[in-house]
């Protein structure tokens, strides 16, 4: 049982797959007023273990927002067990035509004396309201009165709970369709929805949970067989990776060589951030190729690292690469490149997209690759690249593909697919494809996250976990989206040890290992 709750908390689907799973159900033989009961009764039992701006007690005023389809029957159902159970329950039905079944809750919700009005100005106080107008599916803007009505249910400062998807929002997309309820709390029914992950949908979802009504994992794989797969990068599914495995007789250079090329006069800091990413990851050995002036200060915060001084420019930049005698790139598992570099060190880059060692670009490599041309660029390379760009940086390096601040899920999947790379967009909620379309979520992060360092520490923990899947033959896909969901757990613990209003880069690294306990 655990087995399937696991599996089935890590699947996305789009308004149109979810349709589809459904109408599998329905063909299989579950009655659609079982399953509306069986949904219904579920969030009835959950309300009142919600915690709220004030306790749902016996007593308490709830009223529900009814739309004309099958949300508006799920959210009926829900009226009617809250008022058995002793909750003085109104309804807010402003529609003339309503689905058959949604038409019978509502007759039989009218029977029992349940009051029920059609416009704004008729409502009662409550306590809390129950947003069932609109569920998955909904493409059409919203217009007055409806609009107008959703406007005004917002401005109450009272807790609204909405059934599968605030109202008014795309369900892939997570685009604002005219207006939205800005939910406190919203019931995500059966499988998660894209909606939940794309950046701009997050201040209308409140806090967000899946309500698991036992669809057969058979139905959602036959419906998502022939499609990429987009799943969440679970606790359960990352802790399956780590700690990366080690046999008992092992050696350094069998866990992993890390070559970091980071840093400049002018962005020292970088190189450090990156090296302590680095050096959490459990890295066998660890090389950072830096400007000779910083070799000091990298050598004082990092003394288990190899610093390797490079000649630099007159700004401060690395001019070229000076390994050790007998080393070139090709004596690494992996590359780690650009953070701190400043764009003055475009031969650097060069050098690490020419070779063939799994590489890893980011912020100034990622500036220096979108000069270049990124597509053309990375299809040229032999070995496995990964990006780890923000949205600006994603504009940079992708201009044609499609907007990331629309939906970052398409996005990041052309991206992939174009370049051939692995590709991360950061965000609140990070989003990794592959070229061949999978999809990997981070499904929680922290605002606290969002100073300059963090995404340092990210290319460093990512490089070292690279360097060592690449010895011990892990999927390199599997280690990306650990590194996001490891990196996204460091900063939401921080933020709650210490404050939203920012986690700093360097105590960032102080709770990596934390995370994992």
């Not at 007055?144 to 599968?164: F, H, K, R, T, W």
């Not at 499988?191 to 979802?205: I, N, P």
């Not at 036959?222 to 599914?237: E, G, N, Q, S, W």
């Not at 050098?351 to 660029?377: F, H, K, V, Y």
Request: glycine share 8%.
């Amino acid at each position: 049982m655990q087995d399937r709750q696991e599996q089935i908390s890590q699947v996305v689907v789009t308004a149109g797959q979810m349709r589809d799973i459904e109408k599998r159900i329905f063909a299989a033989g579950m009655p659609v007023v079982a399953l509306m009961e069986k949904v219904a009764g579920l969030i009835a039992r959950r309300i009142p273990e919600i915690p709220a701006n004030t306790p749902l007690l016996r007593g308490s005023r709830v009223g529900i927002l009814v739309g004309p389809g099958h949300n508006g029957g799920d959210a009926l159902v829900v009226a009617r067990e809250l008022y058995f159970r002793g909750y003085e329950v109104w309804i807010y039905s402003p529609f003339s035509k309503l689905k058959e079944l949604t038409s019978q809750h509502l007759q039989y919700a009218q029977s029992l004396g349940i009051p029920i009005y059609q416009t704004i100005e008729q409502l009662p106080d409550s306590d809390l309201l129950i947003d069932g107008l609109f569920g998955f599916g909904l493409e059409r803007n919203l217009t007055d009165p409806i609009a107008s009505a959703i406007n005004q249910l917002n401005e109450l400062s009272i807790p609204i709970y909405s059934i599968d998807l605030p109202s008014g929002l795309h369900t892939d997309t997570g685009v604002v369709l005219g207006t939205a309820i800005r939910a406190t709390h919203t019931f995500c029914l059966g499988l998660w929805k894209l909606a939940f992950f794309q950046d701009r949908a997050l201040e209308y979802l409140g806090k967000a949970e899946l309500i698991d009504f036992d669809i057969p994992l058979a139905d959602v794989e036959a419906v998502l067989k022939d499609v990429p797969k987009i799943k969440l990068i679970t606790r359960a599914k990352a802790l399956a990776t780590l700690p990366l495995p080690r046999p008992a007789v092992t050696h350094k250079y069998k866990e992993g060589h890390l070559l970091l090329i980071c840093g400049s006069r002018r962005y020292a800091g970088g190189a450090i951030l990156t090296g302590l990413g680095a050096r959490a990851s459990g890295v066998g050995m660890l090389s950072i190729a830096v400007p000779e002036s910083l070799k000091p200060l990298l050598v004082s915060h990092l003394p288990e690292a190899l610093i390797v001084g490079c000649p630099e420019t007159e700004s401060g930049a690395i001019a070229h690469l000076k390994l050790p005698q007998n080393t070139d790139l090709s004596s690494f598992n992996a590359i780690a490149c650009g953070p701190g570099l400043t764009r003055d060190a475009t031969p650097i880059v060069q050098e690490a997209i020419n070779s063939e060692r799994p590489l890893l670009l980011d912020a100034d490599g990622l500036n220096i690759l979108a000069q270049m041309g990124a597509i053309a660029t990375l299809k040229k390379r032999q070995a496995v690249t990964v990006l780890t760009p923000h949205t600006g940086e994603f504009e940079r390096l992708f201009p044609d593909v499609a907007d990331a601040k629309h939906d970052k899920v398409k996005a990041v999947q052309e991206a992939a697919a174009q370049s051939e790379a692995i590709v991360l967009l950061k965000g609140a909620r990070t989003a990794i494809a592959n070229p061949q379309g999978a999809v990997w979520i981070v499904p929680e992060s922290t605002p606290a996250l969002a100073r300059g360092g963090s995404g340092d520490v990210l290319t460093g923990l990512l490089g070292g976990l690279l360097a060592q899947a690449t010895t011990k033959q892990i999927p390199l896909e599997d280690i990306v989206a650990t590194a996001a969901w490891w990196h996204s757990q460091a900063g939401i613990l921080a933020a709650q040890e210490r404050t939203e209003l920012g986690v700093d880069a360097f105590t960032l690294t102080q709770y990596l290992m934390k995370a994992l306990t």
